[in-house]
């Protein structure tokens, strides 16, 4: 098992920041591909990055609406996940979940993570 605590949403103006975190624990977590979703009201979960096990960094991934504003990176020696988010806009307001899945390719649907965190409410207002 693996267990995902997910911290650091909150409110923020519209081109503010936030940072996500992502801490792992349970079984080795090192050889696990990572990935953030989101969900807003009414939606369904979808996809915003993912990265791959890498000491040198990993493989990213992410969604056209959140290139060049969101990265995502993990620190396999604190078995933590990032998501730096800037630029944000009102469209990114969701819950964001991270989630991981034993393997070494990124990922991109909900359907193919095995473990999930809580989630962590993200608000940006205009």
């Known amino acids: 098992q693996v267990q995902l605590v997910e911290s650091g949403g909150g409110l923020v103006q519209a081109g503010g920041s936030l940072r996500l975190s992502c801490a792992g624990s349970?079984?080795?977590?090192?050889?696990?591909?990572m990935g953030w979703f989101r969900q807003a009201p009414g939606k369904e979960r979808e996809f915003v990055a993912a990265?791959?096990?890498?000491?040198?960094?990993?493989?990213?991934g992410y969604a056209d609406s959140v290139k060049g504003r969101f990265t995502i990176s993990r620190d396999i020696a604190k078995n933590t996940v990032y998501l730096q988010m800037n630029s944000l806009k009102p469209e990114d307001t969701a819950v964001y979940y991270c989630a991981a899945q034993v393997g070494f390719e990124r990922l991109f649907r909900p359907e193919e993570y095995t473990y999930w965190g809580q989630g962590t409410q993200v608000t940006v207002s205009s």
């Open positions: 349970g079984r080795t977590y090192s050889r696990y591909v």
């Open positions: 990265i791959t096990w890498s000491w040198s960094g990993g493989d990213t």
